[in-house]
């Protein structure tokens, strides 16, 4: 298991900062939100795309995706509009040396079978240029496509390998649906895992690694030993919680502990 942690816990943070917490704090990896808050996002030019590059080549560390928020099931979305987000998500990500993009379903806005359909078709026609990237396009377990079984249900369609699913252990969990479940669905088109923990369903606010009630270690035991798991710690949208780098460490051996001596 590789171990990435997301510029979400991290808000304000520059490029420089997050490799350094990286590498002082032991993760072989980094998730970039691509907002246009953030240092990298599709805007950015060649030049600083370069920076970027070298500052984590000369820490060692990967770039392990372009978290963009493509919202693929929408029924609102503008075709032309969503097509140029989707490939300017996957540029940046080439030029990056980054693994894959993520985007969300958001079709929560029209009948379940035709936003099946509706991000099935959007996904398939990326898929070809996301294959000459080098990249792999992958949907988050999230909003109107909360569980593997939903998200199977767009991916199996799709029928490309450059597009896959990315698994969100608490967005499952929220859904009602067993781990065990979620890899059966999802583990054909899996990319990795995202954890992070939680309270309840009531209260989302991010906590310590094992400190709340997600299934954390049921997860982690049905991976690959090389699949990357990445802690998504929402700090951006949660102020008051603890701030992350004080966290990582502990994070990192707290999911050493459930996988066993493959984690370094």
Sequence with gaps: MKLAFSTLGV???SIPEVVAL??????????????????????????ERAAVVD?????????????????VASAAADEDRLRRELDELLRLARDLGASFIRVFPGGGDQDPAEADATAARRL??????AADFGVRILLETHDSHRTGADAARVLGPVGHPRVGALW????TWLGGEEPVATHAALGPYLGYAQVKDIASAEDMTPLALGAGVLPLGECLALLDDDCWVC????????????ELPGLLVAGREYLAGLQGPSVP
Excluded at 25 to 45: D, K, M, N, S
Excluded at 55 to 71: P, Q, S
């Design 231 to 242: 802690w998504e710690y929402e700090k951006r949208w949660y102020p008051e919680a603890a």
């Design 55 to 71: 500052e984590f080549k000369r820490a060692g560390t990967e770039i392990l995706t372009v978290a963009g928020y493509t919202r």
């Design 11 to 13: 808000p304000g943070l």
């Design 168 to 171: 969100d252990v608490m967005h």
């Design 124 to 129: 398939a026609s990326a898929a070809e240029l």
């Design 22 to 47: 990286a590498s002082s704090t032991g993760y072989q990896g980094v998730e970039l939100r691509a907002h246009p808050e953030e240092p990298v996002h599709p805007g950015i030019g060649a030049r």
